[in-house]
C-alpha cells in the first residue's frame, strides 16, 4: 500500500514596517552593547537606536534610555505617550523608573511627527525640570533626543 505523505508548508507573514524598524533597533543595541560594552557613549549610535524605536509614530511618545555606571543599557521605556504635537511628561514617574532599576545615568528620547526635530522651548524646559529632579537622586542626564527626520540631540547643541 503506497502512503501519501503530508507536506504542510509554512508561510510567514511579512513584517510591518513597525516590526522591521523594532528588530532594526534591536540590532544596533546588540551590535553595539556586545561589541565594546559603550554603545550609548556615541552620540551616533544613539541617534541610529532611537531613530528606529520612535521615528514611526504618528504621535508624540517620550521614552528614556535607563543606563549603568558604564553607560550600558539597563532598559528602554517608553512612558508618555501624547498627540500628533505633544505629551505630558511628569518628572515624578521617570525618576520612579530611575529608582527602580537603579539607574546611574538617563537619555531622554521624543519623537516629532512632523518630522522637523528641532527642540521647543516646552522640550527645553521639560529637560531642564527632569535634570533637576533626577540631579536629587545622583543620577547624570547624559542627552535629549529629539527624534525626526534628521535627530537632533541636545548634548551636541550645548544644550545639556
Excluded: C, W
Excluded at 31 to 36: G, L, P, R, V
Excluded at 81 to 88: K, L, M, Q, V, W
Excluded at 131 to 137: N, R, S, V
Amino acid at each position: 500500500m503506497h502512503t501519501k505523505t503530508n507536506q504542510s508548508y509554512r508561510f510567514s507573514k511579512p513584517m510591518t514596517e513597525h516590526q522591521i524598524l523594532e528588530k532594526a533597533a534591536e540590532i544596533v543595541a546588540t551590535k553595539f552593547i556586545s561589541s565594546e560594552g559603550d554603545a550609548f557613549t556615541n552620540v551616533g549610535n544613539t541617534k541610529d537606536f532611537l531613530s528606529f524605536k520612535l521615528a514611526n509614530y504618528e504621535r508624540e511618545v517620550f521614552a528614556v534610555m535607563l543606563l549603568n555606571t558604564q553607560h550600558q543599557l539597563i532598559e528602554y521605556r517608553e512612558l508618555f505617550f501624547g498627540t500628533i504635537d505633544s505629551a505630558s511628561v511628569h518628572p515624578r514617574e521617570v525618576v520612579k523608573v530611575a529608582l527602580e532599576v537603579n539607574a546611574s545615568a538617563i537619555i531622554f528620547a521624543h519623537n516629532h511627527p512632523s518630522g522637523i526635530a528641532e527642540p521647543s522651548e516646552s522640550d527645553k524646559r521639560i529637560t531642564k525640570r527632569l535634570t533637576d529632579a533626577l540631579g536629587l537622586i545622583d543620577v547624570r542626564v547624559l542627552d535629549h533626543v529629539v527624534v525626526g527626520r534628521t535627530p537632533v540631540s541636545f548634548a551636541d547643541r550645548g544644550l545639556i
